[in-house]
C-alpha cells in the first residue's frame, strides 16, 4: 500500500528530549516550518525520570531537577509555533527526503528539507555481556528500573546489586537507598569507579555505597526470580556468590541511530540533509552540553 505524502516542512525532528527541544526552537526562531515527532505522549525524553537535582547550572545557573529543566522548553515549544506529533513514531526515512510516520491518527508521510535525528541512546543490555544463567525476573537496566520507579510508581526489588558504577549507576544507588532499599554492592571491573567527581562524591560517598572494584559478574542465579549473583575477582578469578533480588545493569549507552543506519555509506557518512544531535550524535553527561550543541545546530539549518 503506497501512503501519499501528506504533510510538508521544512525540518523534520526525530525525538522530543532535550536535543530535539531545543534545535526545534532555534530552527522555528529563524522562520523555518519545523515538526518534531516524539515517540512518548509527552515531551522531554529522558529527562523525565529524572527526579533528582543536577540539571541547569550553565543554561540556566540553577539546581534543576530534570522534570523541571524539561518544563521549561516544552512550555517555550508549545508557543513557538511548532507542529508537535506527540505518541507518534518515526518508522523509516527515505532517500527521497520524506518519513513514515505513525500516530494516534495511523499512518501519514512527511515531505522535508533537512532532517534532525534526535533519537537518544540505548541502554547496554546483559545480552551484550557474557553472563551465563537463567533470564529470572528482576534484572533491570538502570534505566528501564528509572522509569518503573519514577513514571510508573513501581517497587522492583528490596536487595540490590548493581553493574557498573558509571553516572546512571551511581545516581540510582543513590535514589534506592533514598527509597530504603538495601543496596548490597555495586560491582566495577576498573579500579575505580566511573563517573562524574560531582556524582562520586554526592552519590557513591554521601550513601556510602559498597563498591567492589576489579569485578565483575559472570552468572546470575534463581528460577523465576534472581536470588543471587556470582561476582568474579578479575585479578585472582575467584568466584563468589552475592545475594540479592534485584540485578540493575548500568553498563553503557549507545547512540540510536537505527534509523539512519541504511543511509549512511559504508564509511558512516550522512546526506548532507541529515543531522544527529544530542545523544544520538555522542552519549553526553550534561544535559547542558546537549542543549548549547543543538540550538547552535538549529541555528544553521
Ligand atoms: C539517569 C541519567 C541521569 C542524568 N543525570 C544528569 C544530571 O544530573 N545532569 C545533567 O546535566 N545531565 C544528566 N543526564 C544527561 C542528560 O539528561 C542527557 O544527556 C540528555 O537529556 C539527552 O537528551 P537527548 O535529547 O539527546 O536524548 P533523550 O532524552 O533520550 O531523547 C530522545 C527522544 O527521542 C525519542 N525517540 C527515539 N526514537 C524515536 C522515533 N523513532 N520516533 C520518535 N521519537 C523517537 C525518545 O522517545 C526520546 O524522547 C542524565 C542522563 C541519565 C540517563
Known amino acids: 500500500?503506497?501512503?501519499p505524502a501528506t504533510i510538508k516542512t521544512d525540518i523534520l525532528v526525530i525525538g522530543g528530549g532535550a536535543a530535539g527541544m531545543a534545535v526545534s526552537l532555534a530552527a522555528r526562531r529563524k522562520g523555518k516550518r519545523v515538526l518534531?515527532?516524539?515517540h512518548d505522549i509527552v515531551l522531554g525524553g529522558i529527562l523525565n525520570q529524572c527526579v533528582h537535582q543536577g540539571f541547569g547550572?550553565?543554561?540556566f545557573q540553577e539546581d534543576l531537577t530534570g522534570r523541571e529543566y524539561a518544563a521549561r522548553f516544552i512550555h517555550e515549544i508549545e508557543n513557538a509555533g511548532i507542529m508537535v506529533c506527540t505518541g507518534t513514531a518515526v518508522?523509516?526515512?527515505?532517500v527521497d527526503r520524506t518519513a513514515l510516520l505513525s500516530g494516534p491518527e495511523g499512518l501519514y508521510r512527511v515531505g522535508f528539507e533537512q532532517c534532525v535525528l534526535a533519537a537518544g541512546c540505548l541502554e547496554r543490555t546483559l545480552e551484550s555481556l557474557n553472563i551465563s544463567g537463567t533470564r529470572p525476573a528482576g534484572v533491570f537496566t538502570a534505566g528501564t528500573a528509572q522509569q518503573l520507579m519514577n513514571r510508573g510508581g513501581y517497587g522492583i526489588g528490596k536487595q540490590i546489586v548493581i553493574l557498573g558504577s558509571g553516572d546512571i549507576g551511581q545516581i540510582m544507588a543513590r535514589q534506592f537507598r533514598q527509597a530504603g532499599l538495601d543496596v548490597i554492592a555495586m560491582i566495577e571491573q576498573m579500579d575505580h569507579a566511573g563517573g562524574l567527581a560531582r556524582n562520586r562524591k554526592e552519590c557513591l560517598e554521601a550513601f556510602q555505597i559498597p563498591?567492589?572494584?576489579?569485578?565483575t559478574v559472570d552468572e546470575i542465579l534463581g528460577c523465576g526470580r534472581i536470588t543471587g549473583v556470582m561476582a568474579r575477582d578479575l585479578e585472582s578469578g575467584r568466584r563468589y556468590r552475592i545475594s540479592c533480588d534485584t540485578l540493575v545493569t548500568a553498563v553503557g549507552l549507545i547512540p540510536d541511530r537505527t534509523l539512519c543506519r541504511e543511509l549512511a555509506t559504508p564509511e558512516g557518512a550522512l546526506p548532507k540533509w541529515l543531522h544527529l544531535s544530542g545523544n544520538c550524535e555522542s552519549v553526553h553527561d550534561i544535559v547542558d552540553s546537549v542543549t548549547r550543541e543543538a540550538f547552535a545546530l538549529g541555528d544553521r539549518l
Open 1 to 3: 500500500m503506497s501512503i
Open 36 to 38: 518534531l515527532a516524539e
Open 57 to 59: 547550572h550553565a543554561v
Open 91 to 94: 518508522l523509516s526515512v527515505g
Open 211 to 215: 563498591l567492589i572494584l576489579k569485578t
